[in-house]
């Protein structure tokens, strides 16, 4: 049986509710992707052209995360969530994949968003797995979306 850790990144508190329901329908653990320097509100205040997540997107800048995953080759599935921003996944996402070596993992990308779709994040999210695996699905879900839902795409990994 394959061992699933649920990974994610959440700003405001919606990726994490999916995350710790998809979580708890496969059976799965958990681990919060969360940058060094925590985000306020004034960082993701996207309509300000000068807020930090701003800069960070247009500087394609590495945003450090906390903390380490000390047994991330026992896992065989990672799912890997995070909320929506600018058609993609947050730079902190994009730092957490490089820190890691996903050959031969199953890889699902999670998200949620406030208006948009998840349109090409696994595109934009895989040069920063350095050819070492492959992303097999990708799926903007609600944030309470029903278990049996989150269940059956798991399922379908």
Do not use: H
């Amino acid at each position: 049986m394959s061992k699933i850790l649920v990974t994610y990144f959440s700003a405001e508190g919606n990726t994490a509710k999916l995350a710790k329901n998809l979580a708890a329908a496969a059976d799965a653990d958990i681990f919060e992707i969360k940058p060094e320097t925590p985000y306020t509100a004034a960082d993701i205040n996207w309509k300000n052209p000068f807020s930090r997540c701003n800069k960070e997107k247009i500087g394609k800048k590495d945003v450090p995360v906390a903390g380490k995953i000390g047994n991330f080759a026992d896992y065989d599935t990672i799912l890997i969530g995070f909320p929506i921003w600018y058609a993609a996944a947050p730079n902190v996402v994009n730092t957490f994949v490089k820190d890691y070596d996903f050959t031969g993992k199953k890889i699902a990308l999670f998200a949620t968003s406030g208006g948009s779709g998840i349109g090409k994040s696994a595109d934009k999210l895989a040069p920063y797995l350095n050819g070492k695996g492959t992303i097999v699905a990708s799926k903007l879900f609600q944030p309470d979306e029903k278990s049996d839902i989150l269940t059956d795409w798991i399922q379908s990994l």
